[in-house]
């Protein structure tokens, strides 16, 4: 059976969470609590080393990278394909996946950190903070963590981050304007790619996103929150991350 180790249907974990979706093949869903750091425990680290999710059992292969990860999905299970075949149309599909995973993501990535996911770790004992940061494997993600669990984001780093947010979600409704789905005229991973860093946008940034400013990614998103997929993916979220999904849903 195929496995799947996921956080919520967020960012990276819900790349392949949404792709085996839209493909309409089932999976084991293991949950990997994020906040709890049940990635960086030794059960996990023998499956992912890296301690990052999510990761991907396919019989003898174990998968990484979120974004590789929906290629193969979409390369070795039936289904409906989620990568164009028109050559300009699939470069375009992995222009905008590169550009989510090195620009857009990182700098939301930060922000959430900074006003989510710190704040939560920080009702802890600093104690056992820093030895939860002992046991992160990667140096990078370590530096990440210690950032959001003390606070050490610099102002200039978030003011970085929120221009990079400015500028892509500028450059995305612009191409939205011109094409009705990111690759062009078909659905394809890149928007899976897309949403799943951008479905939340209109609740956590609602002064760059909204109906005036950026009615086609508006439209975008509500079409992609209506499709079966999606709805089923956003059901195994156990967190407020639902609640911004429901919201999306309702306002369309
Ligand atoms: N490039 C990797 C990044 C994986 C990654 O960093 N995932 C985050 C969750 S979205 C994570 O594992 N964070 C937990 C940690 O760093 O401990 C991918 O696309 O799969």
Redesign the pocket.
């Known amino acids: 059976m195929l496995k799947l180790y996921h956080?919520e249907p967020?960012?990276?974990?819900g790349?392949p969470m949404l792709a085996l979706a839209e493909k309409g093949v089932s999976y084991e869903s293991h949950y990997?609590d994020?906040l709890q750091?049940d990635?960086?425990r030794p059960e996990y680290l023998r499956i992912n080393p890296?301690?990052?999710?999510?990761t991907m059992v396919h019989g003898e292969r174990i998968l990484?990278?979120?974004?590789p990860?929906m290629e193969y999905i979409d390369e070795v299970f039936e289904g409906p394909p989620l990568r164009p075949r028109e050559p300009k149309e699939r470069w375009r599909m992995r222009w905008w996946m590169r550009f989510f995973?090195a620009y857009f993501?990182p700098s939301l990535?930060m922000i959430g950190w900074s006003v989510f996911v710190g704040p939560a770790m920080r009702q802890r004992d600093p104690r056992e903070l820093e030895a939860a940061i002992q046991r992160?494997p990667?140096e990078s993600?370590r530096v990440?963590?210690r950032k959001a669990m003390f606070n050490e984001f610099t102002p200039e780093e978030l003011a970085e981050s929120r221009r990079r947010i400015e500028f892509a979600t500028t450059v995305l409704e612009e191409h939205l304007a011109r094409y009705e789905w990111i690759a062009g005229g078909s659905f394809s991973l890149a928007d899976i790619s897309g949403f799943n860093l951008g479905y939340a946008l209109p609740f956590t940034q609602p002064e760059r996103c909204n109906e005036t400013r950026t009615p086609n990614i508006m439209r975008w998103l509500r079409s992609i929150a209506a499709r079966p997929a999606t709805r089923e993916t956003w059901k195994k979220s156990r967190t407020a991350f639902a609640q911004r999904f429901a919201a999306l849903c309702q306002e369309g």
């Open positions: 956080w967020n960012a990276n974990s790349k990997v994020l750091l990635q960086h890296d301690g990052t999710i999510p990484t990278e979120s974004t990860m995973d993501g990535s992160i990667l993600r990440a963590w």
